[in-house]
């Protein structure tokens, strides 16, 4: 089964005194790359909640964020102390008299002290914790699902691009039909035309001789039975393999390798044009798979 890496999934849980919001996206990676915005009550539990995301999802590159909300009150959202301001102004105001200090009270002074602002939720219990997973849960599974959505996309794409490189293996094949033989002629033939030009005399035995075993190194029987033999297991991955993103990357190696030796031995037009249109499919099946999981 192909998942895409690509996908988004949004989820909310809650009583009626705590609710959750969680929103998660994910797209191409080569390996797991987690990116979390927790609010500051959740920053001691980010540990477990990058476990929770990690036993579900393997490759790609996600972000998650999570808002928590108390009796109607964003967590996210700071507010302000105005008794303890007041009380940390006029300690600064001491301290300026105490020292002689001319200098005026800024923003920036204030903002040194963390305990003049308050967050509607002060700390997190066992049970609200367990709504919160409960929500990231939800989230990932609805990523899911469009994972799952994109991915049969993917592999409608991928299974239809395989069978033109079978159809273009096929006239490969039938064109390499007798190829060794027309190689041998060809050779031959220049080999003449060489040796009258510069009228010497070869052996006719041993001329032979050397012609066959040209001819016979350009013959691609063996390539083009490892190429189909790619193809097969390459399309078995795509369907039965859980996680096929980086064998099928691999068999799209080894494809390319086989029809580029293809290319080098022929000589014959047709079948140079066909590999040039195989590489060309290979080449945008690796583009696909760099989005599967």
Same mark, same amino acid.
């Given at each position: ?8 999934? *949004? ?6 005194? #705590? ?6 996206? @994910? ?15 959740? =920053?001691?539990?980010?540990? &477990? ?9 393997? !490759? ?34 001491? +301290? ?12 920036? /002074? ?6 003049? #602002? ?13 709504? +919160? ?14 994972? *799952?959505?994109?991915?049969? %996309? ?19 094949? @039938? ?7 027309? /190689?041998?002629? *060809?050779?031959? %033939? ?15 035995? !041993? ?15 063996? &390539?083009?039975?490892?190429? !189909?033999?790619?193809?097969? #297991?390459?399309?078995?991955? +795509? ?10 990357? #691999? ?28 590489? %060309? ?8 798979? =760099?989005?599967?999981?």
């Amino acid at each position: 089964m192909i998942l895409s890496m690509t996908g988004y999934g *949004r989820a909310t849980a809650g009583n009626k005194k #705590f609710v959750v919001d969680v929103e998660i996206k @994910s797209i191409n990676s080569r390996y797991l790359e987690l990116f979390l915005k927790l609010p500051q009550i959740l =920053q001691s539990k980010e540990y &477990e909640i990058r476990e929770l995301i990690k036993n579900k999802i393997k !490759r790609g590159k996600l972000s998650l964020v999570v808002l928590l909300k108390k009796n109607g009150s964003v967590e996210n959202e700071i507010s302000l102390d105005s008794e303890k301001l007041k009380n940390y102004i006029s300690l600064l105001k001491h +301290v300026k008299k105490s020292a002689k200090i001319s200098d005026k009270i800024k923003l920036e /002074h204030l903002l040194y002290n963390r305990d003049i #602002f308050t967050s509607s939720i002060e700390e997190i219990s066992d049970e609200q914790f367990e709504i +919160v997973k409960n929500s990231i849960s939800a989230a990932i599974d609805n990523l899911f699902e469009m994972k *799952r959505k994109e991915g049969k %996309e993917l592999e409608k794409d991928l299974k239809k691009r395989i069978k033109l490189i079978e159809k273009k293996l096929d006239e490969i094949e @039938s064109e390499a039909v007798g190829s060794v033989n027309e /190689h041998f002629l *060809r050779y031959q %033939e220049k080999v003449k035309q060489l040796l009258e030009e510069k009228a010497q005399t070869i052996a006719d035995e !041993r001329l032979q001789l050397e012609l066959a075993i040209l001819a016979e190194r350009s013959d691609i029987t063996e &390539e083009c039975v490892r190429l !189909r033999s790619h193809l097969k #297991f390459f399309l078995e991955a +795509v369907e039965k393999e859980q996680e096929p993103g980086r064998k099928l990357n #691999f068999m799209c190696q080894e494809m390319n390798r086989e029809t580029n030796t293809i290319s080098s031995k022929t000589l014959t037009v047709n079948i140079t044009h066909n590999t040039v249109m195989i590489k %060309e499919e290979i080449e945008r099946i690796r583009e696909q798979i =760099q989005n599967i999981e």
